[in-house]
């Protein structure tokens, strides 16, 4: 969340300090944004932790707002972006009770509007996000089983860590070349890799996603976002 002179979608993934932002894959990642005074796009990063704390004061009362203990606010890396285009943000409480405060609180008005932005929150990542790893997961799938070792890079890529070099992919059309040039077999022994159908108007961002990888929830390592 942050400032800007004009509309801009926020999706803002809700965390507690325990919890570890990672795709799982085998291999390192790449850092967030923290604040630091960086400009991109229209994003002031540097602003992210003022406008939540304000939102919080608007969501509570100026007290209990103030006793929330917030670990961290920062924004997914990613290039300039037209208008219109959401902007993934990651808001960490240092503690569960805290979290689970906020987001009862928010449960019915999400998205919500505040300061010219659209507020949309998730216990987890975006569904704009979890749609696109949906679309790799024929690709993880046979990673996983060959113990090829890959990464989630920002703002959207796969990275596969093989003896040629790093691989990227980008799209689900990627897989069937992507496994070519590693050797191995085609996914799913030869069935399309079609990206699946965008989940409905009607899903509940506050449900965990069945495509969000283990790690994402049960890994207490040392906190990474890729």
Known sequence: MAYCPK??????????????????????????????????????????????????????SAKQAKLMTVGGC???????ASAGVHRDVIIRFQNGPDKQAFMTAIRNKSPYSFEEHQLA????????????????RPLTL?????????????????????????LK??????????LQKIGLPAAAKGKPHTAPAPQSSAWDPLRVHPFVPAALRDNPATTTIS
């Open 7 to 60: 509309m801009r979608t926020l999706h803002v993934m809700v965390l507690t300090g325990a919890d570890t932002v990672s795709h799982g894959g085998n291999g390192g990642s790449d850092a967030v944004e923290e604040h630091k005074g960086m400009r991109h796009d229209d994003i002031a990063t540097a602003q992210i932790p003022h406008l939540f704390q304000r939102f919080l004061t608007q969501l509570f």
């Open 74 to 80: 920062y924004r997914l890396p990613a290039p300039p």
């Open 121 to 136: 929150f998730f216990p987890d990542l975006s569904r704009a996000t979890l749609d696109w790893t949906r679309t790799l």
């Open 142 to 166: 046979e990673l996983t089983i060959h113990k090829v070792p890959y990464r989630w890079g920002a703002p959207r890529s796969l990275l596969i860590l093989h003896e040629s070099g790093t």
């Open 169 to 178: 992919v980008l799209e689900a059309s990627d897989i069937p070349s992507t």
